[in-house]
């Protein structure tokens, strides 16, 4: 029985398997209890990414035409039977049928496809089924796509009958069980793909061309962050009124607990044994079903966009241009101007991460409510995940689910009416960043069209304006993709807004998460002078048949004009407390106002650029937590805010904002006096934190508080009082600061492996990736690395503490950094190479992990604890030095210090001793081993012992402006973001463990990671102007301390210290650090030689006689260093 009346609809089985289908024939939702099977949910817009692609292979050129045979981009009609969803359509001259069917009893599925040859010549053609897999519970595929697929173990088999089948295994364990699937074809696969990048190819694809589909599967597991089954069978001949039936089939298990097998074949066996003979009739051209009108996302082409030619890039950027990258087919990408950055099309094209960008308003370094954050992206995304405080909870716009553009309808797109019909904005001429906004180029047939997007510095608004500058005046359409109602857009409702006088405003409904937050609250879309909305309306306006299909959407038509503007405001909080400050002094004060001359040498002139888009990721991190992979954030990891942002902040001198943060750490320290991993600094979600925390966790807050006290001297703070955390404030413990030290500290003592003064693993330290498969490892392994921190806490805490009129406490914690050094070098210290690990579980024969007499793990050095050794001066001059020779020797990339000497043993998934190292099937971010945090630490130790050219270099290579320059083996990126990784693009693990050496000797391409959200971002901006630079300032003295490398010599920088304007000469001596002389206005400045164990300490001058001698305007100061 055909029924084409309840589209969307639900395919059911009794086997507990589901699928909900929309209406333009896309799976939105795959299941089985709380496994979703499909990574990203299809909307009723533009629909999903699974389907069947026939191919008809041209018999002279052997090329292929491929078309999707369901979803929106098929021609296919649609209807529902008893047990099936059908798809009907044609294909030059093949008729073509569909069925998905779900097995009754067992969990398996199955898509029936019927071939029919209705023309006058033969044909031959194959079939590639592409399915994207998770494998996970929902609300992890919502929280981030990439991190579940980058514990998906895909495994291709081969089958004596089928060939190729896929099996697909979650390693990330979900309540106890590992889900895994089977794929394959029901005639014979020939090739196979598993993840999207190997189907739909890159960002610089041609709009809608499939590479995977044009050119057939590759035929290899490429384990990466978009999950995706490809299996293509063998090719077929058709001769005319002949019909074929061919297909593919899935099996679910619920939990496979071992890695995938060969063993694993047999249920190959088993869903094939499921099928029954039916009889196979021929397809019906003209049957029955619903032809669902599709969108305006689906039917409108990009508008094509053209280079920029020379005098274009002259007129709006200038003849000037810096950190020119260029390759044959010419320019890519330069800055110019002040803080500015332009790449044009043939670069994004070439980059496997697209260029995108966070701004965020307001000119406050303390944390704002009232915050509007918003994404962009180069590929025309205007604005999305536009929030207002909390930067994922309070979402009013969508974000995009994809680096690979695969979906268009998330956040803000503009449409514009052309002579040929409507066009998307997509992929640019040129695209311009600053860090308050974005400009898009659109050198098109009719002209040129410019688009910005900003976030103001004095005020919280968000605009979009779009100027004709060539050409006729222009129709557009903006969408925009609601998110409030939640679930990122997908909830099925529509957008709930009214248009007032001053525009409109958009509300959310009031069982949603915001509307329960905030429910008189809203988002206001209002038109900039000049604009005219000539209709305003829902997701009806996206399709021709004027009909909703409660999508939420916004949709603004406007007239015909040559400046079109719009503007949002955040209406969920009142905005308060604003600073009266521009835009450019704004970030003056936020790079302490660095600046170079033009003629400056060019390494310095790479660090100068990179300083205010590392200060303005730091600030993202800190402030509006999130990233452009990692967009799922929002609150603060214990760890990271209490290094980057406290860093960042001491570098451009900027205190109170670290006083409001540690109040904000101790008010969410638990009456335990620990800390959780995260939480969230906002009071308004305050209950939103984890129940526990890695080993180092109590550690950081300390440390920042001795950073702080140490520059400031500020005695007050330890008599604040302060909660502890408590569910219910009004029940919760009030105490000063400095109760909650103690209270830390009593806890941080009772956590000691028995029989020394080393602190115990518990639920992991610093990396992430090394928590303990067994639990009871928690107590009796000992992490070098935490040992190290347990160190550095003491001593900066006991120097604090004595300066600020607490010697009791203060001697305590002298004492007991002896102990610990004590035990360190007694234990953790051994055969003259510090172990990663220590297992104290027989004291008497203690195992030692990472480290020359590893037995278990297979790895014998790890970088943390060795290049901490160094900063925290735990070992000799001697020590020091032949462990930095151990780091270059094993642990040493042609990126940077990489973690371990080799990658960690993959067993397919399941874990023996670490859990993430072992279940990752991705090679990147901590996995990949150069995770850019620690090679920063790594430029630390280096400044320490005065490895002038080394640091300098360390620091170098984590700045990603033209960096095949330095990195050989870097492809192209982005050039203006932190990358918190650099990943050797390895397919997999396994080839990733056997060709390890490749990597190091620099004969594997490195990709960049993950960028903009880490605490990396702030500490590698510290390094810069307190290492580099040299210049630390605090309450009592200023610390002038550089290190300057040979290639620079002598050279002049404009800088901001102590509130006052610099010009600032280093000549550089033998050495190139330790301060000779200083001169200031001509006088010369007395200074303390500051002590160091490694190398001629800095200089340290009295701040009162500092700014005794400074004038109105710019101060002139001269370091001459040894």
Same mark, same amino acid.
């Given at each position: ?879 020091? #030095?032949?462990? !930095?020779? %151990?780091?270059? &020797?094993?642990?040493?990339? /042609?990126?940077?210090?990489? =973690?371990?000497?080799? @990658? *960690? ?114 500490? #590698?901006?510290? !390094?810069? %102007?307190?290492? &580099?630079?040299?210049?630390? /300032?605090?309450?009592?003295? =200023?610390?002038?301390? @550089? *290190? ?79």
């Amino acid at each position: 029985m055909n029924n084409t009346t309840h589209l969307p609809f639900h395919l059911t089985s009794p086997s507990g398997l589901q699928i909900k289908m929309n209406g333009n024939g896309s799976i939105s939702r795959f299941e089985y209890k709380d496994i979703i099977l499909n990574l990203f949910p299809g909307n009723q817009i533009e629909g999903g990414l699974s389907t069947i692609y026939l191919r008809c292979i041209d018999a002279i050129d052997s090329k292929a035409r491929g078309v999707p045979l369901f979803g929106p981009q098929s021609e296919a009609s649609y209807h529902l039977e008893a047990d099936a969803f059908v798809a009907k359509g044609r294909f030059e001259d093949v008729l073509y049928e569909v069925r998905l069917e779900l097995a009754s009893g067992d969990l398996a599925w199955f898509w029936h496809v019927t071939l029919q040859n209705v023309g006058q010549a033969d044909l031959s053609m194959d079939l590639i089924l592409a399915q994207d897999i998770a494998l996970a519970p929902y609300g992890a595929i919502r929280l981030n796509e990439y991190y579940v697929s980058q514990y998906l173990d895909h495994t291709a088999l081969d089958h004596h009958q089928r060939g190729t089948v896929v099996a697909t295994r979650q390693n990330l364990a979900m309540g106890g069980r590992n889900p895994w699937c089977l794929i394959g074809s029901m005639g014979r696969g020939v090739s196979y793909a598993t993840d999207a990048l190997q189907i739909f190819g890159g960002t610089g694809r041609p709009d809608g061309a499939l590479k995977g589909v044009v050119d057939g599967l590759p035929g290899c597991r490429l384990q990466h962050e978009h999950a995706m089954v490809g299996i293509q069978n063998e090719p077929m001949s058709l001769k005319p009124g002949e019909t074929v039936h061919a297909g593919f089939f899935g099996w679910l298990e619920e939990n496979h607990p071992e890695a995938t097998s060969p063993s694993d074949l047999m249920f190959v066996d088993r869903a094939l044994g499921l099928l029954h003979d039916r009889p196979h009739l021929p397809v019906q051209e003209n049957a029955a079903g619903s032809c669902p009108t599709r969108s305006l996302f689906v039917k409108a082409p990009a508008l094509g966009a053209a280079p920029l030619n020379e005098a274009e890039l002259d007129r709006w950027f200038g003849p000037e241009r810096r950190d020119l990258e260029a390759d044959g087919s010419g320019i890519l990408s330069f800055f110019y101007g002040r803080h500015r950055h332009v790449v044009l099309k043939a670069k994004n094209e070439k980059v496997l991460r697209p260029h995108g960008h966070i701004i965020r308003t307001g000119g406050l370094f303390t944390p704002d409510e009232a915050v509007l954050t918003s994404t962009v992206w180069m590929d025309g995304v205007f604005h999305s995940m536009v929030t207002q405080g909390h930067v994922s909870i309070n979402r009013f716009l969508s974000t995009t689910h994809t680096y690979l553009g695969l979906f268009k309808t998330h956040g803000q797109r503009i449409f514009i009416e052309t002579a040929a019909g409507w066009r998307r904005l997509d992929k640019p001429s040129a695209f311009d960043m600053s860090p308050e906004g974005c400009r898009w180029f659109y050198r098109h047939e009719g002209g040129l069209l410019v688009v910005r997007s900003e976030a103001k510095t004095d005020r919280h608004e968000l605009t979009l304006d779009l100027e004709v500058v060539e050409g006729d005046p222009v129709r557009c359409l903006i969408t925009h993709h609601v998110a409030l109602n939640g679930d990122d857009g997908l909830v099925p409702m529509g957008a709930l807004f009214d248009v007032r006088e001053e525009g409109i405003f958009c509300w959310a409904t009031p069982d949603s998460d915001v509307g329960r937050r905030f429910p008189n609250g809203g988002f206001l879309i209002g038109a900039a002078e000049g604009t005219i909305f000539e209709s305003v309306g829902n997701d009806a306006m996206l399709f021709e048949d004027g009909m909703s299909r409660d999508e939420p959407y916004i949709c603004l038509l406007t007239g015909c004009h040559r400046k079109i503007g719009l503007t949002i405001h955040g209406r969920l909080v009142e905005a308060r407390g604003q600073r009266p400050v521009t835009t450019p002094q704004y970030w003056r004060e936020a790079t302490s106002g660095l600046t170079v001359a033009a003629d400056a040498p060019l390494p310095l002139q790479r660090v100068a650029e990179i300083l205010p888009w590392f200060a303005h990721n730091a600030l993202i991190h800190f402030l509006a937590p999130r990233g452009l992979e990692q967009y799922s954030g929002g609150g603060w990891g214990t760890r990271d805010v209490s290094q980057g942002p406290v860093e960042y902040l001491l570098g451009i001198g900027q205190f109170e904002p670290i006083r409001d943060l540690l109040v904000r750490l101790f008010k969410n320290q638990n009456p335990d006096g620990d800390w959780p991993q995260w939480f969230m600094f906002f009071e308004r979600e305050r209950g939103i934190r984890p129940g526990d925390s890695h080993g180092d966790i109590i550690f950081w807050p300390l440390l920042a508080l001795g950073q702080y006290l140490l520059a400031t001297g500020d005695v007050s703070l330890l008599r604040e009082k302060v909660p502890f955390f408590d569910v219910n404030p009004q029940k919760a413990e009030e105490a000063s600061i400095r109760e909650h030290i103690g209270r830390a500290l009593k806890l941080i003592r009772s956590r000691l492996i028995q029989g020394t003064a080393l602190e115990s693993y518990g639920h992991g330290d610093w990396n992430d990736s090394l928590q303990p498969a067994d639990p009871a490892m928690r107590d009796h392994l000992c992490s070098a690395w935490t040992v190290t921190l347990h160190y550095q806490v003491l001593t900066t805490l006991a120097e604090a503490l004595g300066k600020v009129n607490e010697a009791a406490l203060a001697g305590e914690l002298e004492q007991e950094a002896q102990d610990v050094l004590r035990d360190f070098r007694q234990f953790l210290l051994v055969d003259g190479v510090i172990t990663g690990y220590a297992d104290f579980e027989k004291p008497e024969q203690i195992e030692y992990l990472l480290h020359p007499r590893d037995q278990r793990t297979g790895l014998r050095y790890s970088v943390l604890p060795m290049i901490h050794a160094v900063i925290n001066h735990m070992l000799s001059p001697e020590e020091a #030095a032949a462990h !930095l020779a %151990l780091i270059q &020797l094993h642990l040493m990339g /042609p990126g940077g210090a990489h =973690l371990f000497d080799r @990658p *960690m043993i993959y067993r397919g998934g399941p874990m023996r001793i670490f859990q993430r190292a072992e279940t990752s099937s991705y090679f990147g971010r901590e996995i990949g081993l150069m995770y850019t945090h620690a090679h920063l630490r790594y430029a630390e130790a280096l400044w320490h012992v005065g490895d002038v050219e080394g640091f300098f270099d360390a620091v170098a290579k984590t700045i990603p402006i033209n960096i095949q320059s330095l990195v050989k083996p870097a492809a192209r990126r982005q050039a203006n973001c932190y990358y918190s990784s650099s990943d050797a693009a390895f397919k997999d693990r396994f080839e990733a463990y056997e060709s390890y050496d490749r990597a190091l000797k620099g004969e594997i391409p490195l990709e960049g990671g993950w960028r903009v959200y880490s605490s990396g971002a702030g500490i #590698a901006t510290g !390094l810069i %102007l307190r290492c &580099l630079f040299g210049i630390r /300032p605090s309450r009592s003295q =200023l610390v002038i301390d @550089p *290190m300057i490398p040979t290639a620079l010599e002598t050279f002049r920088v404009d800088l901001d210290i102590a509130g006052a304007r610099f010009d600032v000469t280093y000549r550089r001596g033998h050495r190139g650090f330790g301060v000779e002389a200083l001169e200031l206005n001509g006088t010369a400045l007395p200074f303390t030689r500051l002590e160091h164990p490694y190398r001629v300490g800095g200089a340290a001058v009295s701040l009162p006689l500092f700014q005794e001698a400074l004038v109105d305007g710019v101060n002139w100061l001269s370091i001459d260093l040894g």
